[in-house]
């Protein structure tokens, strides 16, 4: 029978800790400083949101206007995207104006709706309000 001394063990684990602790600390840190700027400029784009008043007539997560459409994950349409809605911001349609947005404010509101398609899933049909005013999604 083969036993292993409590020593052993001990400077194994003590080994292994400390391989474990320099690698961690000399390791390169890989900073994404391109993931911060689109993280502020899709801030800024939340702010020109309300400014033009975007809500009284689209959707995001179900909430807003129903005069134009859900705006949750048009950026990932496939049909759609980001230059679709550059478009649609400079010439409007139909309903919608042409918004006189600057350059800036268009890259910042594309940077937001970018955002908002990436943290997940909206079908409003799919969704129902219940007794307590709030939204639920319809389990089919």
């Known amino acids: 029978m083969f036993t ?5 063990i001990f400077i194994a684990l003590c080994s292994l800790f400390l391989f474990y602790t320099v690698s961690i600390y000399t390791r390169t840190y ?3 400083h391109n993931k911060e700027m689109q993280l502020k400029l899709a801030g ?4 020109v949101w309300p400014k033009y008043n975007c809500q009284s007539c689209h959707q995001i997560y179900g909430l807003g206007g129903y005069l134009g459409p859900d ?3 048009i950026y990932s349409h496939p049909k759609k995207g980001n230059q679709y809605i550059r478009t649609m911001l400079k010439s409007g349609i139909r309903q919608m104006p042409a918004f006189e947005l600057e350059e800036d404010e268009i ?3 594309l940077e937001f709706l970018k955002s908002t398609d ?7 049909s799919q ?3 219940n007794e307590f005013g709030l939204t ?5």
């Open 136 to 140: 639920e999604t319809n389990e089919n």
């Open 4 to 8: 292993v001394a409590p020593k052993h």
């Open 127 to 129: 969704f129902t309000v």
């Open 71 to 73: 705006l949750t994950n």
């Open 118 to 124: 990436a943290s997940g899933n909206a079908d409003p």
């Open 30 to 32: 890989n900073y994404n």
């Open 44 to 47: 800024k784009g939340k702010l």
């Open 107 to 109: 890259n910042a509101l």
